[in-house]
T-cell receptor, first 113, second 116 residues
């Protein structure tokens, strides 16, 4: 299994809603990532988890709250988002220190109304 | 500091003709370089990678890239474009000593259109 699975594929939410994005991999990767991609732009790194601990937070607003409950799962909890947060959210995973083994999921297309 | 510049935001070719997507990098150290492809509303797929082995790198779907240190370039080529190659392509550099995790630096992307 060489897949990173993200759910849901599409999400529409209001600014007062609370929702969560989910990501799952069964490749034994101990590094997992959240990226944000605005339309017609490259992905931007948000968070990195290594061994289920938060290693990098790229100055992301607190309305985005990541969680890594175990080595296969990565969540992104969303609360009080703004319309400018509408984007494609990509999850990725890799073995630690292995640059060529980074796998991306297909993403969740988020629209904030 | 590491950076990568994709010289064309859009490239349009006819089916069956060669593809050239240009990328220049800036790096204080010997970098690792990648090309990723992204089809509409999809995640990124690794096409090929350079990690200081052979300078001519072959990837999937007939793509290849040549690392030229003297020109600080890593251009992506394909001899004959197919309609299914239409997508966004990202040139990516990864600095060394990233502390065990992948901190990738993306270029702005090149949108490839393929016409019948």
């Amino acid at each position: 299994d060489t897949e990173v699975t993200q759910t849901p594929k599409h999400l529409v939410m209001g600014m007062t809603n609370k929702k969560s994005l989910k990501c799952e991999q069964h490749m034994g990767h101990r590094a997992m990532y959240w990226y944000k991609q605005k339309a017609k732009k490259p992905p931007e790194l948000m968070f990195v988890y290594s061994y289920e601990k938060l290693s990098i937070n790229e100055s992301v607003p607190s309305r985005f709250s990541p969680e890594c409950p175990n080595s296969s799962l990565l969540n992104l909890h969303l609360h009080a988002l703004q319309p400018e947060d509408s984007a494609l959210y990509l999850c990725a995973s890799s073995p630690l220190g292995s640059l060529e083994k980074l796998f991306f999921g297909s993403g969740t297309q988020l629209s904030v109304l | 500091a590491q950076s990568v510049t994709q010289l064309d935001s859009h490239v349009s070719v006819s089916e069956g003709t060669p593809v050239l997507l240009r990328c220049n990098y800036s790096s204080s150290y010997s970098p690792s370089l990648f090309w990723y492809v992204q089809h509409p509303n999809k995640g990124l797929q690794l096409l090929l990678k350079y990690t200081s082995a052979a300078t001519l790198v072959k990837g999937i779907n007939g793509f290849e890239a040549e690392f030229k240190k003297s020109e600080t370039s890593f251009h992506l080529t394909k001899p004959s474009a197919h309609m299914s190659d239409a997508a966004e392509y990202f040139c990516v550099v990864s600095p060394p000593f990233s502390g065990g995790y992948n901190k990738l630096i993306f270029g702005a992307g090149t949108r490839l259109a393929v016409h019948p």
